[in-house]
Every structure is written in structure tokens, then in C-alpha cells.
């Protein structure tokens, strides 16, 4: 009975290291074929890592940037953004104002916080691109770059695409430039 119990006791134990193994496999998976998204980019310095930033298409007028922010370390603040895209560049929120979604400059800059990402998106921050030197086209790429309170600095590519799906709040804030 006991040698029984034994092996049985080893082939679970065998299972589970096996199980272990393959967890710890260094075998990353596969980047979706189908990402056409510029490569993360992030700084080890600054303790702020941006992830998926896009850019809306625009002819003319103004734009915006969306993404994701994680601090990797401890708060970090974005306190103003520059881009190649125009010589004006504003930290936005969109709020509820007398029952319409509005937009205006973010208080403050965007807190980071390292227990929750930033998401930058339609509806919601973003990264507001005014007064546009030149159209933007799908698959251009803009050049951002953060200032973060202390002086720091992070610099990343967002790449314009069109919006997909549920993105109409965007048009709704967008419209005020007209
Ligand atoms: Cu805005």
C-alpha cells in the first residue's frame, strides 16, 4: 500500500514540476501578426513605460494621442507633451459639462499611478494636438515626447490609425474645434 501511495505521490510531484517547467519556459510568446503598432517604447531612467500609442488621422485642425501609460516605479506626472506634429500639444480630460462631454487642459498633468495603468483613449485623457502643421495619415508616425514633473523626459512614436468600434465620443469632443 505504501510503495503504492509512494509512486503515486512521485507522479504527481513529477506532474507538477513538469507543470513548473513549462511555466517558467523563456519561450515568449508569438507578437500577433497581425500588430502593425511601433515597438513599446520606454525608458529605464524616467520610471514611466508607454505602451500602444496611436495617433487619430486628421487633415487638419487639431488631434489627439492615445495610449497606455504604466510607472514602473513609484507616482509619476506628466505635466506637458510636445509632438512633431505641431507646435501645440495640451494635456486634456474630458469631463461632463451641463449634461455634454467636454474637453479642457488636465489639472494637474496625468498622474500616473504604478497600481493601475493610464489609459490615454477616445473619451477620456488625451493628448491634445492643436493647430496641425500638416495632415496626419494612417500609418504616419508622430513623435512624442512627456515631460515629467521633475524635469524628466520620455519619448515615444505613435502611429496614426483610424479609430475602430465605440469611438464616437471622440467625435463628440472633437466637434468643438468647429
Ligand atoms: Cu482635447
Known sequence: MSS?????LLVAATAAALVLSACGSPAAPAAPATSTAPAPTSTSTSGLTVTDAWVK????GMTAVFGTLTATGGPVTVVSAATSASPRTELHEVVMNGGA???RPKEGG???DPAAA???KPGG???MV???ASPIRPGDQVRVTFTLAGGGTVEFTALAKETTGG???YADHAGMNG
Open 4 to 8: 503504492i501511495l509512494r509512486r503515486g
Open 57 to 60: 488621422p486628421a487633415d487638419a
Open 110 to 112: 496625468f498622474v500616473v
Open 118 to 120: 493610464h489609459e490615454l
Open 167 to 169: 469611438e464616437e465620443t
Open 130 to 132: 492643436m493647430d496641425l
Open 125 to 127: 485623457d488625451h493628448v
Open 101 to 103: 462631454m467636454t474637453m
